[in-house]
Every structure is written in structure tokens, then in C-alpha cells.
């Protein structure tokens, strides 16, 4: 049973344009398109940003390592973007420094390293953020922490910035664009084209909640799925080119240790001189990522035993006092990068340009997104939509995304509202600033649902800052359809030191009360998350199993 049902009458509207995938590219699309008075339709077979745009290395950076690869553009684009995302949505994008250690083994000789920071000030001459310094030896044990000594010589810091908790940025992007007009369905897998001649002119997708087939038509449909691009395509029926080379990168979360960084660092693994990065995070340290082409199932991506000592040795390498080991790694997560097929060249040299592919004139109507970056999401929409105005044969309106924050942001005075907040809101301080940092100035309107239902905001977990109004805002206000969506997406709970497994119960039986779920339901849904959260190799997991 969905707790949004679908509109069936509404279904039948004359779409301008269907988009298929809600990740960060699919709903920014859907928001600029939506902003400049298109009538949007998003499907996803899942949730929004359930899927790559969740794992990554939250990071919003101009792509230091592509001036190796002569991508000049890719990086001053993503340095412009990098700065609009910081004015546009500041509770979520923060400043963040990062440090890159000259050891004496690295591939990359601190001249090489010095020239490129060079060059990433010139390329981001614009920026509000400070430009990149040099560090001497000893600078590098006060600053940073405890690094290795041996053939360390120096070190540069310079500045991009940290989106903790990704996928609200998406979460925005999508609200915005349901402001705006657009129409959502999560759950709703794409399964085939419907094509007149060489023309496509809509696609019959299935409710998978309620297991139920619907068609829709549009003139123009936007395949968006991320790693599924060729899946989505198989729906045309015919054999296709390939068009995905998707690429495997893993993380680990792991608690501070002896030595652990006191800012972000990005060195040279010594094995194979692959950029790493050890980053501060939600109060623990984020450590990845690997890179290798992947070919498996793209619904069950798991990090393997070979990358998760991989990224432990590497961290012991450059921290010897880490002592990592397997057994001490919170939990991991992976992804696939949706990057274009490149056969058996090098997965780290595959270019993280976005590629807006036209099958036009083999068939009208369908655009396919291969590959962008977190970063550079707002332009890769932007140009996608303005590529929709020339195929729709319609005089373009201008975009508006540039400089229209997200939802979260507020009137661009974040900083006020934070302070106003933290003084007035009678919260705790830790669920005051959690509520900040996922909602922006929307933490009012969970206050608000506080206000009129004072049992809303009872914590869930003595250790964790969620509070039973997140989980009613998430499924009446943010499209959750399942205690998945809740604290994946939403709240982002399922991200603290025991992957949400300690709030989950508490937050399946709120989100009962309020769906109207059954007993069956709701132990449905804790199995669910249960069975699912195992795909992060969870240490409390593991310890459980030790036990038994």
C-alpha cells in the first residue's frame, strides 16, 4: 500500500517530458526543467538518490587529480559549480581544507604537485575560498596530525568542500521541483518503450508497491539511470551499443584513532599511487575510494575483502598509529560510477565528463545522461534542458537554477536562521544541530510539527539526535514510501555508529502509526532494513553473528 498514492487521471496528462532515474543528475534535471514551466514526470525503480548520488566521497571539488589528464575544462567547470553550490545551498556545502603530504616515494614530485595547486587557484579565480599553502615538515605534524615521517618533506593545503549528507542535495533538487509542478513516483520501474516506428513516444512502467502497470506519453524522454543507463535502454526491445563502463569505488567509516587527521587528507596509496582520501566526517573519519571496473549486479554492490584491506593497509601506511584493522571499520559502502564504456582502459583514466547522448536520428525522443559529477549536476541539467527546448521545437526560457538556492538554504542569510534556531527552538543541542545540518532552515517546520504534537519530539535513540518528527516529515512532507527511505535518505540515521539498527524498530512502529500500517507491515519493514543494511557490512552485524 502506498502512502502517496498514485494519481491515475493525472498519469494521462500531456507530459513534456519523462525523466527516468531520480538521482542528483535526474533531479536536477527535473528541477531546472520543472523552474523554466515544463510539465516533468520522474520515475525511479527505487528512491531518489538511493544508488551512486549516495556513494560517494561527499565531496563538492573541482577534480584536482583531472589536471592530470589535461581536463581543464571539467575542472574550472566544476570549480564554477563548486562555488554556486555553496551560495545555493550552504547548510549542506561547507568549506572543507585538505592537506596533500610530499612523501619522497610518490609518483608525483612536489614541484608537479606545487604547479598543479597553482593551477587550480588560477582555474577557480573566482572563488570566495582562500588559495592553497605550503607547509614545512614540522608545520604538517602541528597541523594536520600524525603522519608518517618516513620521506616526508612537506605538504600543501588547499580548499574545495564537503557535502556531508549527499543525497538531501538531491532530496532538494527534487522538492524544488515538485514546487515547481513536477510529478514524482518512487517504486515505479521503467519497463518498456512505446515506439511508433522510430519514434518514442511514451513508456509503460510498473508500481512495484502495488504491483500494478501503467503507461505514460511524452514526447521526450530522459534516460537518467545512472550504472542502469543500458538496463533502461533494453526496454527499446532491440539490441543497443553499450554505453555504461561503470566503475567500482568502496569506502570505509571507521571512529577517530591515535594520529587521526585533524583536516581532510589526500595522498598517493602506496601500492599503486592511487589518490585516497582520509576524511573528517559526522564525527568519524570517511576513507576512500577504490576504482576498478565492475561488471556485477549493479542491485547488490558490496564492498569485497580485497579493497576493504586495501583501503585498512593503505590508512596504516600513511598513519602508522592508526592500527586499523577489518575488525575495527563501523561499516563500508560501494558504488558504481556511471561512467562511459571505455573497454579495458584504466579505470581511474576514464573521463568524469557528462556526455548528453542524442539517439537521434536511430530514434527520436530519447536522451541518454552518460557519466558527470556530483559536483557539476546543476550544469549538466542546465545544458540537458536546454537541449529538451530545441527537440521540443520551443523558444528557450532562460534557466534559472544559477542562482535560485535550494530549498533548505532559506533567503541566503543561513547563518541567521542557525543562530535564531540553536537559541530558540528548545531543542537539545545535538538534535538542534542535527536538524540543521539535514533540513537547513526546513528544521523550522519539523520544529513546527513539534509544536502541535509535543510527542514528536521525543528522541528515538538515547544515542542518536532523531526525533520521532523526522520520520512524520519524511513520509508526509519528502515522498518517503518506506523506514528505507526514512532513514537512508531522509534523516540520515542509518549513517551513525550502528547503521540506524538501534533506532529502527522505534522508527517502523512511528511510521506505522502514522501510515496506518498493520502489525505485518511494520515487521515487514524492520526485516527489510535489516536484510538491506547488510550490503554495508556492518560491524555491530558482525559482532552479532559472533555471539550467536
Known sequence: MRIHPIDERALQSNWDVIVI?????????????????????????EDIS??????????????????????????????????????NAPHLVKPLPLVVPFYKQNQRSPLILRLGMI???????????????????????????????????????????????????????????????????????????????????GIEFTDLLENKTYQVRAPLIINVGGPWVDEVLKGMGKPVKRMIGGTKGSHIVVEKFPGAPKIAIYFEARSDGRPMFIIPWTGRLLIGTTDFHYRGDLDQVVMDDEELNYLVNETNQVIPNANLTPQKVLYSYSGVR???YTGDKKAGAVTR???????APEVEGLISII??????????????????????????????????????????????????????????????????????????????????????????????????????????????????????RRSLSAYNNQVGLDVIERAAQIAGDIAGWKKDRVEEEIEAYRTYIKRFRPAVQRREKEVV
Open 338 to 340: 556511471p561512467l562511459p
Open 119 to 201: 593551477l587550480y587557484d588560477i582555474l577557480s579565480y573566482d572563488k570566495s575560498l582562500d588559495h592553497h599553502h605550503i607547509f614545512s615538515e614540522k608545520q604538517v605534524y602541528e597541523k594536520v596530525g600524525g603522519l608518517n615521517s618516513a620521506g616526508l618533506s612537506g605538504a600543501a593545503m588547499y580548499y574545495d568542500c564537503q557535502v556531508e549528507y549527499a543525497e538531501r542535495l538531491s532530496i532538494e533538487n527534487m522538492i524544488s521541483a515538485i514546487e515547481n509542478g513536477a510529478t514524482f513516483i518512487n517504486y515505479a520501474r521503467a519497463d518498456r518503450f512505446l515506439i511508433e516506428g522510430k519514434v518514442i513516444k
Open 21 to 45: 532515474g531520480a538521482g542528483i543528475n535526474g533531479s536536477g534535471i527535473a528541477r531546472d526543467a520543472a523552474m523554466r514551466g515544463l510539465k516533468v514526470l520522474v520515475l525511479d525503480k
Open 371 to 488: 557519466g558527470g559529477k556530483l559536483t557539476t549536476f546543476r550544469n549538466l541539467a542546465q545544458q540537458c534542458v536546454d537541449l529538451i527546448f530545441k527537440k521540443l521545437n520551443r523558444p528557450s526560457v532562460q534557466c534559472k537554477t544559477m542562482k535560485t538556492p535550494l530549498p533548505g538554504a532559506g533567503n541566503g542569510n543561513f547563518a541567521g536562521f542557525r543562530r535564531q534556531f540553536i537559541e530558540r527552538s528548545g531543542f537539545e543541542a545535538d538534535i538542534a544541530q542535527h536538524l540543521l545540518a539535514v533540513y537547513g532552515v526546513r528544521a523550522e517546520e519539523i520544529r513546527k510539527l513539534v509544536q502541535n504534537d509535543a510527542r514528536l519530539g521525543e528522541r528515538i535513540s538515547p544515542t542518536d539526535p532523531l526525533i520521532a518528527a523526522e520520520v512524520a516529515f519524511a513520509l508526509q512532507y519528502e515522498m518517503a514510501e518506506t523506514v528505507r527511505d526514512v532513514l537512508l
Open 50 to 87: 538511493w544508488a551512486t548520488s549516495a556513494w560517494n566521497t561527499r565531496l563538492i571539488h573541482g577534480g584536482l587529480r583531472y589536471l592530470e589528464y589535461f581536463e581543464f575544462y571539467l575542472v574550472r567547470e566544476s570549480l564554477a559549480e563548486r562555488e554556486r553550490l555553496l551560495k
Open 353 to 359: 565528463r557528462h556526455i548528453i547522448y542524442d539517439h
